[in-house]
């Protein structure tokens, strides 16, 4: 029997250094030319000018009579009625004016318009209740948009208004960093696929399945590398099969101390492991590597540590390398609804039910803490950081978490 | 020429009563069931309960030895080791111990394990630094999901821990809502493509491309039904070629009271108008008709309008249509960063940047609320709800807004 370790040789690291850690190597990924209309949820690899004014020629911003200010309060002869898609042929001469739709171009020799609500219709004879000034209810040239002017910035990620804003300026293509495909790997003899008879004992593979949703969530790209049982050379084979397609590898289990943990060695003996114990729970065994420049995560096999890990260190790592301009989830104060109990040893990032009630932010945890419950995730839409000690925080106590997921009030 | 109608005939209905007479409509669509793997972001169409209890047999919640409690402090002999996927063929007598992996099924004899961290082990011994009690660091039967409790409830939108507690459980189908299809038609002899060249004073069709993005973020599945130029045939002919193969039906612009706004009319024949008009800004002109049991909106031609419009009324309902048991985004209040001007005529949903700062959410306008200046909602994150009003807000005051995307901090 190989002898069984008692301690790690890795040094522990805070939260704060493993993440300074991994982002220092989650650079942006290279950019690529994309279908504008087709890239939502991608993040932007170059800003954006506008190659034109919006509006290009003055039009009419609501529905009325295009006319002349200085005819003043004088009846106008009604000569025709012009569209926002019609031709704007009409030259209009002092003492007339011509119905306009919202949005036609203003036709020349006009220089305001008036709502219809303002005006009375008789006979071919436009009345108007109020002067008006050269410009009012006119929609100027550049308005909305000058030409030259940045519309957009890089890091942004694109959304329905983002694709509106191209979508006017005509804008059909655009630079966006390269999606990361991230390779996953569940390891371990006891592991069976969710789909497949399981031996009393066995355990089914639920955190690839979960992580491949995390992944396409976090907006990367996922494979998956299957499992791969607890063999030192079908590992290392599986490992380099996945680096040889994907930007990222995630491995999931065989980073504790147990005699079948392989993984870490294994990172060890194929590129640089940056650190391989975090002051954290849950997911203290959690492994940094980089490997021929791609980035390695080796998350713990309890299926709690596993997502908790995912989003408080690989997450922000797959967000800037598609160049996001804010990878980080939002972090909140949140006042205790009931007492919450720290870890002795380490911080922890407690599962939590964040809701907006009364002007400020509550939480209650979502029930026991245990790393394999993966209840503890359900409905969770935050992670409360508890320092570590031995003093119950009491209700009322405030502590900061992560929001991940939408409020709820 | 057509007369040019001075009022609108629909009366206009308040923010609250649009979303009441829309949301009576939004009914959940049939289910189907689908591959669970793969159903990230859809919504449970019923409750899951667990097949079975687990863990389904004791477990090691550590590396360590498995033994029995009441053998005290003495030394134990080791008799082998376990690993989470390996045989566990070994009956521990009284005074044996055996390694064993985090995972693994405690041995039958064993009552309780001790982790590595606590132990010493020299020439086949064990010695133990405290006593245990029986179930001491034993992960027991049922201790994270009990068989026959429910798991999931129908209403649950899944996210990556839903999918690995299907997983943990050999749940590959589940039953989800059917997304909504929905249909967008733009319509305006001003309106381009904005790939094809745009004449003078004509504008490129954002809204539907915005609106296609803004119907997949929400979960539906968009489909283009293209440009219908202001002809009542063309219009009639592509409103029922969309609701041919769509649950909802958008349509962009064509709503005011031009001579060319055809759209009012036309879902009056064929079906049932709800509503005309909402007393809002922008998109005073939002109309929602039902044709054949399917939900059509008819959203105001210009970009914000049509986006804001969106968010507040046809989100939550493709939301409701997919069963989301929060169909609503979150509303919170926010304090002004800056003064806010009201509306003299109507409530107004301004487009705000929301920050969590110091304990509280500040909100910033994203420059002029010109309707046509879609530039408005770039970078936006909420929507400050603006009672129509003749006096300013001064900074510090606080209102109430929608949350419409990530919190910044």
Redo the contacts between chains.
């Keep these: ?1 190989a002898e ?4 790690s040789p890795y040094p522990m690291v805070s939260i704060a250094e493993a993440t300074a850690t991994i982002m220092a190597q989650a650079r942006p990924l290279a950019s690529e030319e994309i279908e504008a ?1 087709s890239a ?1 949820g991608r993040v932007l690899a170059g800003d954006i000018t506008s190659p034109e004014d919006i ?3 003055p ?1 009419s ?1 609501m ?1 009325g009579y295009a006319l002349r200010a200085a005819d003043g309060l004088t009846p106008r002869r009604v000569v025709g ?1 012009l ?4 031709a ?1 042929a009409v030259m209009l001469a002092p003492g007339e004016a011509t ?1 306009i ?5 203003l036709p020349p020799g006009a220089d305001a318009m008036i709502p ?2 303002l005006t009375t ?1 008789r006979d071919g004879m436009l009345y108007i209740q109020r002067e008006l000034q050269p410009g009012d209810y006119v ?1 100027v040239v550049g ?3 000058r030409r030259g002017q940045t ?2 910035t890089a890091g ?1 990620t694109i ?14 293509r655009i630079p966006v960093y390269r999606q990361p495909r991230v390779a996953i790997l569940a390891t ?4 069976v696929e ?2 497949s008879p ?1 031996p ?8 690839r ?6 992944v ?2 976090a907006g990367g790209i996922p494979i998956s590398l299957g499992i791969a ?2 063999d030192r050379d079908v590992q290392r084979q599986a490992i380099l099969h996945g680096l040889d397609q994907a930007d990222v590898l995630i491995t999931s289990g065989g980073v ?6 392989l993984i870490k060695p294994l990172l060890a003996e194929l590129g640089t492991v940056h650190f391989g114990r975090i002051a954290f729970k849950p997911g203290k065994p959690t492994t940094f590597a980089t490997i021929g420049g791609k980035l390695v995560f080796g998350l713990p ?3 709690v540590s596993s ?1 908790v890990s ?1 989003e408080v260190f690989v997450r922000p790592a797959l967000r800037a390398l598609q160049g996001d301009a ?1 990878p980080f989830r ?4 949140v006042t205790l609804a009931e007492p919450v109990r720290p870890s002795p040893d380490r911080p922890e990032y407690q599962r939590i039910i964040v809701r ?1 009630q009364e ?2 932010f509550t939480a209650v945890t979502t029930g026991s803490q ?1 790393s ?4 503890s ?4 839409n935050g992670l409360l950081l508890v320092p570590a000690g031995d003093t119950v925080y009491p209700a009322g106590s405030t502590l900061p978490a992560l ?1 991940t ?5």
């Design positions: 029997m069984m370790l008692r301690e209309f939502l509006p290009d020629v039009k911003a529905d009625e569209t926002a898609g019609g704007a119905r739709m919202t949005g036609a171009p219809v609500e219709e929609h308005q909305d948009v519309v957009l942004t959304g329905a208004a983002e694709i509106g804003i191209l979508a006017t300026l005509g804008i059909t371990g003899d006891e592991v969710p789909g399981r009393a004992g066995a355990v089914r593979d639920s955190n399945y979960a992580l491949m949703a995390a396409r969530e049982r607890d504790s101390m147990g005699t079948r943990d096999g309890y299926p997502l995912f804010s939002p972090q909140i104060e907006y002007g400020r245990s394999s419950r993966l209840l995730l359900r409905g969770a929001l997921g939408p409020l709820i009030v």
